[in-house]
């Protein structure tokens, strides 16, 4: 049981390119979301999904899409990369009434 | 009013002592609560969840006041390895399964 496994786990980017951050999680979780933190703004929603195939904005999604085609995987694709996407990436997954698991985080910088 | 609100500290106690930290909720209709701890560059990891009769696992004492709309989290007899931030969760009710995070109460349990 891997639990939510995140890659990569440091990525580089050049202002403007585009990048898929994978998220995929083993337990059968209904519920998956991608949060992104930054210093003094704490765990900010960007995208979540509530099953296959349906996804929903967060509080940021802007410059953000994902997509949900099977209940195990997540990805977050970042459109072209601006340097306010600087920060680390949290995925995480749960079934609806229990607290989340998350993986270990993408640490992104955009140059 | 934040919809999460916590004391950032640091809190700084010796090895051994009884810490408590609080946190207050703005949406009376919020269902379910929950601590997470994060250490520093890590995910986050559900410490508890806090039911509405107080809870207890081991070291650590989480209760809820719905009145007053906060929870509680007692830590004693405080270990080196306490050292971490402690992030409030609460649950939005109905349908929307929404996550509000709390930006978290800093513990630094010293020797």
Request: net charge positive.
């Amino acid at each position: 049981n891997a639990g939510v496994t995140q890659t990569p786990k440091f990525q580089v980017l050049k202002t403007g390119q585009s990048m898929t951050l994978q998220c995929a999680q083993d337990m059968n979780h209904e519920y998956m979301s991608w949060y992104r933190q930054d210093p003094g703004m704490g765990l900010r929603l960007i995208h979540y999904s509530v099953g296959a195939g349906i996804t929903d904005q967060g509080e940021v999604p802007n410059g953000y899409n994902v997509s949900r085609s099977t209940t195990e995987d997540f990805p977050l694709r970042l459109l072209s990369a601006a340097p306010s996407q600087t920060s680390v990436y949290f995925c995480a997954s749960g079934k609806t009434s229990y607290g989340y698991t998350f993986g270990s985080g993408t640490r992104l910088t955009v140059v | 009013r934040k919809e999460v609100e916590q004391d950032p500290g640091p809190f700084n106690v010796p090895e051994g002592a009884t810490v408590a930290f609080n946190c207050t909720y703005s949406n009376s209709a919020s269902q379910s609560f929950f601590w997470y701890r994060q250490d520093c560059r890590k995910e986050p990891k559900l410490l508890m969840s806090v039911y509405s009769s107080g809870n207890e696992d081991g070291r650590f004492t989480a209760q809820l006041n719905r009145a007053s709309q906060y929870i509680s989290l007692l830590i004693r007899d405080s270990k080196l390895s306490d050292s971490a931030t402690y992030l409030c969760v609460v649950r939005e009710g109905g349908n929307n399964r929404k996550l509000i995070w709390g930006l978290g109460t800093s513990l630094a349990v010293n020797p």
